[in-house]
């Protein structure tokens, strides 16, 4: 809930806050609405840790589609690596993102 609320509210003001949650592995899938709404914080390290979060399992899925969702081509290569994932939403949301990206 609270990771929601956050992540709808995001905005370049709280970019550091965001990107430390989002980031803190102890939170777990609490994140995925924070790891979701990165792109909002217009930082220019939200590529980079939204490519980190793709091997952490809780927010996998919300870091694919937001990279899709920024059409972010570098993530290309590791997010078709996620096509066979064992988990059913991180394969959709691999196959969702590559469409937006064009791959």
Do not use: C, W
């Amino acid at each position: 809930m609270i990771g929601n609320g956050l992540g709808i509210f995001a905005s370049p003001a709280v970019a550091d806050e965001l990107i430390s949650l989002a980031t803190a592995r102890e939170y777990g899938d609490a994140r995925s609405q924070i790891v979701l709404n990165l792109p909002k914080v217009k930082s220019g390290d939200v590529p980079r840790v939204l490519l980190e979060l793709l091997d952490a399992p809780t927010v996998a899925a919300s870091a694919i589609e937001a990279l899709g969702k920024m059409k972010f081509v570098e993530a290309r290569e590791r997010i078709e690596r996620l096509l066979d994932h064992s988990n059913t939403n991180v394969r959709n949301q691999a196959k969702k993102a590559l469409k937006r990206i064009g791959g």
